[in-house]
């Protein structure tokens, strides 16, 4: 395994109590894989991302327990700047808003070229060589013309474009991209994800993709992980969640994806809302919203319980779920 999540633990202590974000998480992705963790918001997958990466150290957020074990090594156990070495180089991250993620007042070549100098001791021109080489890279039209370009004068899935030549500059064994392509238009999003998905398969990272959107992730992630109330409630292979879910949390989010045919027709949404934190129910988190609740639900939480050797559910009646 490239990267394994064991038994993650994450805090939030705030004025009003303690948020608990991520509660005994566990998952891994290996190399050349793509994992998509999926979840509302809420529960908890971009606060693990944050623990895989190490940004989280700034209080309130605290990691209370578990390992992230990257490449064989404890990633919790390393000083700060060990870890912030393996962030720059062997670990990217590429979030929703390139906007707030890019320098406002350096050209685009310049921001890429930085990486080069700084990383990887370039010269300023052979960096910028190989800023336009990545911007053809991510596919930018007149990448040459462009480099000399800001930031707010590229559209969005442009910008996102230069987010994901960022991340894969240093060539890093693992991307985690956090709803790379929720604020764009629904082709620009189609086409950002399939780059990203080829430029996974090409340079064989391990990728991990945040979405609160199922049906974004169908054609390009390997195997599913789903969030609620910061516990894994299913993980198995993209396909088998598509045959059929074995959680009524994961059923609730397939049924939300908008189908052609059913143009005009009312969406269905999973009633209620996501817990509070600081409150989450006992027994099994999701049953104030589980239309397959009873008794036991409400006092027992369910284990992830094995489906089948590369698929499991924490849901007690994940038979019934399969059967429906
Ligand atoms: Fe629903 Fe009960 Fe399964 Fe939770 S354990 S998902 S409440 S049926
Ligand atoms: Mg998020």
Redesign the pocket.
Known sequence: MLLEVRDLHVEFHTRDGVARAVNGVSYGVDAGETLAVLGESGSGKSVTAQAIMGILDIPPGRITGGEVVFQGRDLLKLREDERRRIRGAEMAMIFQDALSSLNPVLTVGDQLAEMFTVHRGMSRKEARARAIELMDRVRIPAARERVKQYPHQFSGGMRQRIMIAMALALEPALIIADEPTTALDVTVQAQVMELLAELQREYHMGLILITHDLGVVADVADRIAVMYAGRIVESAPVHDIYKAPA???TRGLLDSIPRLDQKGQELYAIRGLPPNLMNIPPG?A??PR?P??RDV?RTDE?PLYEVSPTRGSA???WRECLDD
């Open positions: 959680h009524p949390y099994c999701f049953h589980c397959l609740a639900c369910p849901c007690h009646f």
